[in-house]
């Protein structure tokens, strides 16, 4: 795979950045790395949000090798995600699998956007996607649309995650998806709406020596689509930084790691685990100064039944300078508890 990676690095940028759609909605089974990535915020129209949620699902190859005759073989790993946040009841619920890929069971195909982790799903379809997913004491069905195109994170979809040059990903995004769903929480059925953010992304290395990260994806009320992320050392010191920010009439942009500041301004301490997480955030790029604050404190996700890794995964909401709120999605924070696992 670090062969795989220096051929790559020696193409130049635009060559590696062609992504091709269909085809780049679908896996990438010779990459190491890949993940499909969905959040959103869910109630009454024209009142704040009630609910927030995550569905992710990892693909990795497996110990079988690729070429192994038996399709029951381990020749890829899928891992997904999930989790509701109650933000009344300030209560998060999720759950996690780690399956093999099976035909028709556990898959994630190839040419186009269809996962199945059993009865965990994602699919495009002619309007946008449709998703559902279980998870304790709930049920949720998601009908997503979009008529935007994709956002090509980074240039061209070619995503830096530092100043070697293999460390990149392919990496676009799906935000301001309209969304309809249903849910099934403790037997009680609810028919909500609201906004979600999709990210699909894969690499074959660009981690490095980070030893964790901190990103966000924000919908804003003004049709605008936020993404910054930092990926820090060790030592707790930034390595590298980047994002984006879609606004409706205007050309994508792209943000260099020096146009990027992300401050924690609070922290919270897990009675579970001990770890410590930045919870709101002072913000400042291209897209102006701003202020990141949880919806709630405990939304840390100890996935290490699956992935190995405990990390925070929660509904946030956005604050322009003048403390106004302007929009809501999501926040993700790894490397508190633990080190993430390396590419």
Same mark, same amino acid.
């Given at each position: 795979?670090?062969?795989?990676?220096?051929l790559?690095?020696?193409?130049?940028?635009?060559?590696?950045?062609?992504?091709?759609?269909p085809?780049? *909605?679908?896996?990438?089974?010779?990459?190491?790395?890949?993940?499909?990535?969905?959040?959103?915020?869910l109630?009454?129209?024209?009142?704040?949000?009630?609910?927030?949620?995550?569905?992710?699902f *990892?693909?990795?190859?497996?110990?079988?090798?690729?070429?192994?005759?038996?399709?029951?073989a381990?020749?890829?790993?899928?891992?997904?995600?999930?989790?509701?946040?109650d933000?009344?009841?300030?209560?998060?619920?999720?759950?996690?699998?780690?399956?093999?890929?099976?035909?028709?069971?556990?898959?994630?195909?190839?040419?186009?956007?269809?996962?199945?982790?059993?009865?965990?799903?994602?699919?495009?379809t002619?309007?946008?996607?449709?998703?559902?997913?279980?998870?304790?004491? *709930?049920?949720?069905?998601l009908?997503?649309?979009?008529?935007?195109?994709?956002?090509?994170?980074?240039?061209?979809?070619?995503?830096?995650?530092?100043?070697?040059?293999?460390?990149?990903?392919?990496?676009?995004?799906?935000?301001q998806?309209?969304?309809?769903?249903?849910?099934?929480?403790?037997?009680?059925?609810?028919?909500?709406?609201?906004?979600?953010?999709?990210?699909?992304?894969?690499?074959?290395?660009?981690?490095?020596?980070?030893?964790?990260?901190?990103?966000?994806?924000?919908?804003?009320h003004?049709?605008?689509?936020?993404?910054?992320?930092?990926?820090?050392?060790?030592?707790?010191?930034?390595?590298?930084?980047?994002?984006?920010?879609?606004?409706?009439?205007?050309?994508?942009?792209? *943000?260099?790691?020096?146009?990027?500041?992300?401050?924690?301004?609070?922290?919270w301490?897990?009675?579970?685990?001990g770890?410590?997480?930045?919870?709101?955030?002072?913000?400042?790029?291209?897209?102006?100064?701003?202020?990141?604050?949880?919806?709630?404190?405990?939304?840390?996700?100890?996935?290490?039944?699956?992935?190995?890794?405990?990390?925070?995964?929660g509904?946030?909401?956005?604050?322009?300078?003048?403390?106004?709120?302007?929009?809501?999605?999501?926040?993700?924070?790894?490397?508190?508890?633990?080190?993430?696992?390396?590419?």
């Amino acid at each position: 795979m670090k062969r795989r990676a220096l051929l790559l690095a020696a193409l130049p940028l635009h060559a590696r950045a062609a992504l091709r759609f269909p085809a780049d *909605f679908g896996a990438h089974p010779a990459q190491s790395i890949e993940w499909w990535y969905v959040t959103g915020l869910l109630g009454t129209p024209g009142q704040p949000p009630r609910y927030g949620y995550q569905l992710t699902f *990892f693909r990795v190859p497996g110990p079988a090798p690729s070429d192994h005759p038996s399709p029951l073989a381990a020749k890829q790993l899928l891992l997904g995600h999930v989790a509701l946040s109650d933000l009344v009841a300030r209560k998060q619920r999720h759950n996690q699998r780690l399956l093999r890929a099976l035909p028709g069971v556990v898959e994630a195909r190839v040419g186009d956007c269809a996962l199945k982790l059993r009865d965990w799903t994602l699919a495009r379809t002619a309007e946008g996607y449709r998703a559902a997913f279980t998870g304790p004491g *709930f049920t949720l069905e998601l009908q997503l649309a979009t008529s935007a195109p994709p956002l090509l994170q980074g240039e061209g979809g070619v995503s830096r995650k530092g100043s070697d040059e293999d460390q990149f990903s392919h990496y676009y995004s799906r935000p301001q998806l309209a969304t309809t769903a249903d849910l099934m929480l403790d037997g009680r059925p609810q028919r909500l709406a609201g906004r979600a953010w999709l990210d699909h992304e894969w690499s074959d290395n660009y981690l490095g020596d980070t030893a964790g990260w901190d990103w966000l994806g924000i919908n804003l009320h003004d049709g605008r689509a936020l993404t910054l992320f930092q990926l820090r050392r060790e030592d707790g010191q930034r390595d590298w930084a980047g994002g984006s920010v879609r606004t409706p009439g205007q050309a994508d942009r792209s *943000f260099r790691p020096d146009e990027v500041v992300m401050t924690p301004l609070r922290h919270w301490t897990s009675p579970v685990t001990g770890g410590r997480w930045p919870v709101a955030w002072r913000l400042q790029s291209p897209a102006g100064e701003m202020r990141l604050e949880a919806a709630f404190d405990a939304q840390e996700v100890d996935a290490r039944r699956s992935s190995g890794l405990v990390y925070w995964e929660g509904a946030a909401r956005l604050l322009d300078a003048a403390g106004q709120e302007i929009g809501w999605g999501y926040l993700e924070l790894t490397g508190y508890v633990g080190k993430p696992p390396m590419v």
